[in-house]
């Protein structure tokens, strides 16, 4: 199955309209919207259809720099998402402390982020979007189903437990392989790999959230022999984990996608990676 011209000029489309939105606000949603269309942007210009041109690889740097920006504010929305839905008796006023200066430290990032959104640099990307969006080939494009599971193919799993590092690789890889997949012609194959994908991603992003607000609140209340709330964030996270990687072990996706293999340390440290128990082609964060 290849990827339809209609499907490639929509999320240019939809990229425009997004970029406009989040410069006239910088909420949550606008936010959000714009890092998921600017991913699945990419995903198209980097691994569906490889086939760059200068105007195309020029605008996904302008977007990249754009999004790395709103992720700075994305990643507080999200604490604090995770922190208002928090039901505990312990430390109201830490928590009360905690929620002002998330709050705080998201009105100078969104204060930068606005700032990089001025007028020459949106016109300019639309420019780019128009242009890119006429380069486009889709007649040299890949399955987008199989650049997805060849993207999950990346990912090896060493014999042993799941990790924190496996999971956040998990967290990288499945996204945007189901944004490859999303190009995929409609089909009951691609609907139920998708489905999959999703079940996979919202468990091990919920997982992400938490653990990114527990090492937030940790930094700034002390860990959990000082703080009771920073104790309670840990219980929590850690139910989150043990819920992800139940989701991956049920996975059939995945499990077919990744073959454990036996990985020493001394070629783990020729890969870069932190840890043997953790080998992967090179991915950068979302």
């Known amino acids: 199955m290849s990827i ?17 939105k989040l410069s006239s606000a910088q909420h949550a949603e606008s936010v959000h919207s714009f890092r998921t269309t600017s991913r699945r942007l990419q995903t198209l210009l980097e691994e569906v259809i490889p086939d760059r ?39 109201p006023r830490r928590k009360t402390q905690l929620m002002h200066g998330l709050i705080e430290l ?14 020459e640099t949106i016109r300019e990307i639309q420019k780019r979007l128009k242009r890119g969006s006429r380069g ?20 090896v799993r060493p014999a042993g437990p799941v990790t924190e590092q496996l999971l956040h690789q998990y967290r990288i890889v499945v996204k945007r ?48 022999n000082q703080s009771s709330l920073v104790a309670a964030l840990h219980t929590v996270t850690g139910g989150k984990f043990r819920h992800a990687v ?17 990985v020493s340390s001394e070629h783990s440290r020729k890969l870069g990676t932190k840890s043997p128990t953790l080998v992967a082609r090179t991915e950068t964060a979302a």
């Open 4 to 20: 339809t011209p209609e499907r490639s000029q929509l999320v240019f489309q939809k990229m425009e309209r997004a970029l406009l």
């Open 53 to 91: 041109d200068r105007n195309q690889k020029k605008l996904l740097k302008m977007l990249d720099r754009i999004r790395k920006r709103a992720g700075k504010v994305r990643d507080l929305d999200v604490q604090l998402a995770a922190l208002r839905s928090l039901k505990t008796p312990q430390e």
């Open 106 to 119: 998201r009105a100078k990032h969104e204060k930068k982020l606005r700032k990089m959104l001025n007028k």
């Open 136 to 155: 486009v080939k889709t007649e040299t494009g890949r399955d987008p189903l199989t650049v997805a599971r060849t993207m999950l193919a990346r990912v």
């Open 177 to 224: 392989a189901r944004y490859a997949a999303e190009f995929a012609p409609k089909s009951a194959e691609a609907s139920q790999f998708m489905a999959h994908l999703k079940r996979l991603q919202d468990a091990v992003g919920n997982w992400h959230d938490w653990l990114t607000l527990t090492q937030t609140a940790a930094k700034r209340l002390g860990d959990v």
């Open 246 to 262: 139940a989701a991956l072990s049920a996975s059939p996706t995945i499990q077919s996608a990744l073959k454990p293999v036996p």
